[in-house]
C-alpha cells in the first residue's frame, strides 16, 4: 500500500519574478516563498539562444539551468540563513513559429516585428515547468486575427509588450487579437496548472 510522503515544508520555493506565475500558484492554493537571483547572479545569460536549437529543446534546456542555478542558490542560503528544505520550482515560456524562437523582444521596434508576425498566423507556445528536478511541457497553439500596424503601435506603447516572449501577454489587450487557442490559458500565462499539479502530487500536494 503506496503512502503519500509528509512535506518537509508546507510550501514551494518559486523561482522567478514573474508576478503572474505567483497569481497562478495561489489560485491552485500553494504557498509559495520567493527564491530569487542574487545580484552577482547573471540570470539572463542562461536564455541565451544556441545556434539551430529547436524551441521545445530551448525552452526545456533554460528551465532546467534555471532550476539548477535555484538549486544552488538554495543550498548556499541554507548554509548562510537556515533556510528550511522545500521543493523549488522553475518555469519558462517561449513563444515559437515553426523552428524560430521568439523571445523577448530587445526594443519597441523589435516587439513591434514580432507582433506583425504574428498576425493573422498561429503560433507556438511553449512553458516548461521543472519541480525538484522532474519536468513537464506544455504546448499551446494561438491563432491571432489579422492586426493593423496602428493597433500594434498602439500596443508597443503601452509598454505591455517588453519582458515578454513573443512580445505580448494573453492577460493584457492582445487578448482582443486571439481567434483560438489550443491548449492550456495558464500555460500562456507563464505557468501550466495541469502540468504544475501533477508534478507537485508526488510530493504531498493534493488538489
Known sequence: MSTVPELEAPF???????PRRRQLLDQLGVRHELLLPDLHEDAEALEAERSGELPEDYVQRVTLAKWEAARLRLASRQATQGLPTAPVLCADTTVAMGADILAKPLD?????????RLSGRTHRVLTAVVVDGSLLLSTSHVTWRTVSADEIDRYVATGEPMGKAGAYAIQSQAAAWMQKIEGS??????LP???TAELLRPLGWRF
Request: without cysteine; glycine residues 8%.
Open 193 to 195: 496548472l495541469y502540468e
Open 185 to 190: 490559458y495558464s500555460g500562456i500565462m507563464g
Open 108 to 116: 519597441h521596434a523589435d516587439a513591434a516585428r514580432m507582433l506583425a
Open 12 to 18: 514551494i520555493y518559486l523561482a522567478s519574478q514573474s
